[in-house]
Antibody
Framework: EVQLVQSGAQVKKPGESLKISCKGS????????IGWVRQMPGKGLEWMGM????????RYSPSFQGQVTMSADKSISTAYLQWSSLKASDTAMYYC????????????WGQGTMVIVSS | SYVLTQPPSVSVAPGETARITCGGN??????VHWYQQKPGQAPVLVVY???DRPSGIPERFSGSNSVNTATLTISRVEAGDEADYYC???????????FGGGTKLTVL
């Protein structure tokens, strides 16, 4: 079964750093892009960017460029999304998702990681 | 950047047909994908490349695309179809994905 399993919910303080993960299984992880999608409480889906685990090529939405860092460790089939200094406005659910083909639809989604940033 | 516009809400009675629109400049030239998201759950792909359905998605879900508007049509609506629906395209000019704002489908 093809699936993406994300790390658990996190509660952090403003200014702290954080790295959340997304582990793929059931397919050749290196051969498919992984996208990240933000959903703020009660709001819609926002495309953050994508990473190709095979060579760590990344594409960021201008809205998220410089705000987060995407990375991947292909040896353990895991993609990461990290922040160096969290803000309260980073409070959201974060989903990783996989397109079958580059620039295609997200056919596989992780279960989401809730990040709460509060003092 | 490319903008997709969806109505915030659509309401329909059980058994009727729901149509959810997604407007965008010359969206008819793009591949449109639709996702269903129920409360507390991750999104699920229900229609892709305009009118194709993943396995397991009922035939009641269909899509179309024309010039400046794409449409997700749900026939014989059931209570279980109540959810938020999002359209999505790839914007080649910015080389990134774009989601519409989402439409809440209410089954009366």
């Amino acid at each position: 079964e093809v699936q993406l399993v994300q790390s658990g919910a996190q509660v952090k303080k403003p200014g702290e750093s954080l790295k959340i993960s997304c582990k793929g299984s059931g397919y050749i992880f290196n051969n498919h892009w992984i996208g990240w999608v933000r959903q703020m409480p009660g709001k819609g889906l926002e495309w953050m960017g994508m990473i190709y685990p095979g060579d760590s090529d990344t594409r960021y939405s201008p809205s998220f460029q410089g705000q987060v860092t995407m990375s991947a460790d292909k040896s353990i089939s895991t993609a990461y999304l990290q922040w160096s200094s969290l803000k309260a406005s980073d409070t959201a659910m974060y989903y990783c998702a996989r397109p079958e083909v580059n620039k295609g639809p997200f056919d596989i989604w992780g279960q989401g990681t809730m990040v709460i940033v509060s003092s | 950047s490319y903008v997709l516009t969806q109505p915030p809400s659509v309401s329909v009675a059980p058994g009727e047909t729901a149509r959810i629109t997604c407007g965008g400049n010359y969206i008819g030239t793009k591949s449109v994908h639709w996702y269903q998201q129920k409360p507390g759950q991750a999104p699920v792909l229900v229609v892709y490349y305009g009118s194709d359905r993943p396995s397991g998605i009922p035939e009641r879900f269909s899509g179309s695309n024309s010039v400046n508007t794409a449409t997700l049509t749900i026939s014989r609506v059931e209570a279980g179809d109540e959810a938020d629906y999002y359209c999505q395209v790839w914007d080649g000019s910015s080389d990134q994905g774009v989601f519409g704002g989402g439409t809440k489908l209410t089954v009366l």
